[in-house]
C-alpha cells in the first residue's frame, strides 16, 4: 500500500511538473497542442496540460546582434571590395519567428549580403566610402520589408571594414600623399604671396607716413616762412610809420639825407673795392655834391645842437 501511495506520489509529481511552465524575462515559449500551435507564454507562470501541450520553441525577445560574413563585393567601376558587417534585429512575433521560415537568422543573413552587393554595384569605389552611412539605411529598409513575414524587425546595420584590393590601397595611398603635396606647395606658395603682400602694403604705408610727414613738414615750413614775412612786414612797417612821424618832427628831414648820404657812400665803397680793379664813378660831382650835402646837414645839425 505504501508502494502504491509513493507511486502515485511520484506521478502526482511528474505531472505538475509537466503542467507548469516558468517563462524567463524577455523570453517566449511557444506551446504546441498536438502538434498545433496552441500558445505563446509569456514571463511568469504558466500551466500547460501534460504530454500534451509541449513547448516548441523558445525565442529571445532581447535585441541580437548577428555577425554578417564577410564578402566580396563589385563596384560600378569594377573594383573588388571586402565587406564586413554587423546587423542587430529583434524578434517582435514569436509565432511568425516560429513558422514564417526555417531559419529566419540565416535568412537574414542571405539577405544582408545580397542586398549589401546589390547597394554596392550601383556604386563607384569612392562613394562607397563615402556614403556608408546611406547604404547602412538602404540594408536596413530592404531586411524590413521582407522579414516581416519572419517575425523579425531589423534595427540597424552598421558596416564594419570595407577593404579594397592591395593595389587599390597603394594607388589611394600615393594619391593621398600627392594630394597633401599638393596642399602642401598650394599652402607654401600662399604663404609666400601673403608675405609679398604685406611687405609691399607694408612699404606703401611707410610711403603714404613718409609723404605725409614730408608734406605737413612743407606745410609747417610755409606757415613758418609766412609768419615770418608777416612778422617782417609788420615790423617794417612799423619802422617806416616810425620814420614817417620821425620826419614830421624838427630835423627830420636833414636826419633822413644823412641817411641816405651814408648808404650811398658805404654801397659806392663796396662796389669799388670788388676785386683788384678801381671803379671810378664817371661823374665825381655827384659824389661832391652829395658829401657836400651831407656836410652841410652835419653842420645844420650840429648847429641845431648847439
Sequence with gaps: ??????????????VVAKGVRV????????VERLGKFHAVLG???????????TVAYKHSLKE???????????????????????????????KMASYGASDYID????????????????????RTFEERDDINRGVVLAL????????????????????????????????????????????????????QINIATGARNAAIQESEGEMQAAINVAQGEAEAIKAIAAANAEAIARVARAVELPGGMQ????????????????????????IVPSNMADISTLIAGAMSVVKSS???AQ
Excluded at 633822413?256 to 678801381?278: D, S
Design 144 to 195: 524590413n520589408e521582407a522579414s516581416t513575414n519572419w517575425g523579425v524587425k531589423v534595427l540597424r546595420y552598421e558596416i564594419k571594414d570595407l577593404t579594397p584590393p592591395k593595389e587599390i590601397l597603394h594607388a589611394m595611398q600615393r594619391q593621398i600623399t600627392a594630394e597633401r603635396e599638393k596642399r602642401a606647395l598650394i599652402a607654401s606658395s600662399e604663404g609666400r604671396m601673403q608675405e
Design 255 to 278: 636826419a633822413v639825407n644823412l641817411k641816405v648820404a651814408e648808404k650811398y657812400v658805404e654801397a659806392f665803397a663796396g662796389i669799388a673795392k670788388t676785386g683788384n680793379t678801381l
Design 64 to 94: 541580437i546582434p548577428l555577425d554578417v560574413p564577410s564578402q566580396v563585393c563589385i563596384t560600378r567601376d569594377n573594383t573588388q571590395l571586402a565587406v564586413d558587417g554587423i546587423l542587430y534585429f529583434q524578434v517582435t512575433d514569436p
Design 107 to 126: 535568412a537574414i543573413s542571405q539577405l544582408a549580403q545580397t542586398t549589401l552587393r546589390s547597394m554596392i554595384g550601383r556604386m563607384e569605389m569612392d
Design 302 to 304: 650840429g648847429a641845431g
Design 43 to 53: 514571463p511568469g507562470l504558466n500551466l500547460v496540460i501534460p504530454f500534451i501541450d
Design 1 to 14: 500500500m505504501d508502494v502504491v501511495a509513493l507511486v502515485i506520489l511520484i506521478v502526482i509529481a511528474i
Design 23 to 30: 517563462v524567463p524575462q524577455q523570453n517566449a515559449w511557444v
